[in-house]
């Protein structure tokens, strides 16, 4: 058993029948009355996400949770096909079990979380940030970019990001996993 100080991002915890995983955490002192964290969990099983706050020395119940690296081969319908890299044994998962599946290039390297009393796997963890080529987006309007304009562009897993009016097809991006976003050109 754990208390309210022992939360942490990444944490999986039981509560109320289900384990989630705390997405993010604020301790708050307010200047009367006690103190708490306020949380939003991620439900592991539904990747359904909800608000909680849990009063200052809450006892919680965590998981012990065993991380291993796997590398994403190719998906199959809804289910999506993972073999560990230190064993080579294959496992499939369903597509919901992941956080960003259309940001997932085959080959990738991704963290799995098993739950360690009965190997079962939780949840899949991205790489902050992955590096995609521009397949196909409009050119950019020369005098355009006065301001911070962007414009959609599809990427080579077939997801669509909204990038700066610079970008052209055959770009290589870095975009943030957690976001969905378009952080910068990818430096060759």
Known sequence: MANTSDIRKGLCIRYNHDIYKIVEFLHVKPGKGPAFVRTK????TTGKVLDNTFS????IEDVRVETRTYQYLYPEGETFHFMNTEDYNQISLPKDSLDAPEL??????VTIIFNAEDNSPLSVEM????ILEVTHTEPGVKGNTATNATKPATVETGAR???????NEGDKIKIDTEKGAYLERAKE
Do not use: Q, T, Y
């Open 41 to 44: 969990l991620k439900s592991v």
């Open 56 to 59: 200052a020395g809450h006892k």
């Open 104 to 109: 997932l290039k085959e080959g990738e390297v």
């Open 161 to 167: 990001i909204n990038v700066p009016l610079f970008i």
């Open 127 to 130: 790489p902050a940030s992955v």
